[in-house]
């Protein structure tokens, strides 16, 4: 469980950066540009949000808070 935690907490991290990274990239309508590296960010957010998700449902006592959103 200690693992875990800390894990979680590094992913959160890491939702958090790329969350950050992602928003001069989005349009008017909050949807990533066209660009590759908005593409790849996107991506990047949308596997980190699935490992995140993952952990709370293995371990649903670690994750309470909120998924990090852009």
């Excluded at 989005?26 to 790849?40: D, F, I, M, N």
Aim: aromatic letters at 4%; charged letters at 35%.
């Amino acid at each position: 469980m200690a693992q875990a935690r800390v894990f979680y907490e590094l992913l959160t991290a890491e939702a958090e950066s790329l969350a950050a990274a992602l928003r001069p990239h989005l349009t008017r309508r909050g949807v990533p540009g066209a660009s590759t590296e908005a593409r790849l960010l996107e991506r990047d957010l949308r596997e980190v949000r699935r490992c995140l998700e993952l952990l709370r449902d293995r371990f649903p006592e670690m994750g309470q808070g909120a998924v990090v959103d852009r």
